[in-house]
C-alpha cells in the first residue's frame, strides 16, 4: 500500500513557476514509477508527466514539454514537478500517482491532489 501526499499548489501569474512536492508512504518506493496527472474543470483527467522508479527514464505531455520537469528523490521518497512558464491553461487540480507497472500504466495509487490556478 503506498500512500501520497501532493503539496506546492496555489495562485501564480501567467509567466511565473510552481514546485509541486508528492511525499510516498512506505520502503518500497524506488519500485513505482511516478505520474503528474491534471484535471480541469469540465474537462478529463490527462497525463502530464511520467518518470521511471529509478528516475532514469521520463515521459512528458506535448503541451508541457520544455517548460515541466519531472524528477524524484528516491532517499525522501518524494517526486516533484517543476513548473515554469505557466499559463492560464495550465489550470488545474494536479494529482500523482503511483505505478508497479511501466509509466503507461495503469496507476495503481493516487494522491488528493492540489489545485494549481494560473491567473492571466
Known amino acids: 500500500q503506498v500512500q501520497l501526499v501532493e503539496s506546492g499548489g496555489g495562485l501564480v501569474q501567467a509567466g511565473g513557476s510552481l514546485r509541486l512536492s508528492c511525499a510516498a508512504s512506505g520502503r518500497t518506493f524506488s519500485r513505482y514509477a511516478m505520474g503528474w496527472f491534471r484535471q480541469a474543470p469540465g474537462k478529463e483527467r490527462e497525463f502530464v508527466a511520467a518518470?521511471?522508479?529509478?528516475?532514469?527514464?521520463?515521459r512528458y505531455a506535448d503541451s508541457v514539454k520544455g517548460r515541466f520537469t519531472i524528477s524524484r528523490d528516491n532517499a525522501k521518497n518524494t517526486v516533484y514537478l517543476q513548473m515554469n512558464s505557466l499559463k492560464p491553461e495550465d489550470t488545474a487540480v494536479y494529482y500523482c500517482?503511483?505505478?508497479?507497472?511501466?509509466?503507461?500504466?495503469?496507476?495503481?495509487?493516487w494522491g488528493q491532489g492540489t489545485q494549481v490556478t494560473v491567473s492571466s
Open positions: 518518470i521511471s522508479g529509478n528516475g532514469g527514464s521520463t
Open positions: 500517482a503511483a505505478t508497479s507497472s511501466y509509466w503507461s500504466g495503469p496507476y495503481d495509487y
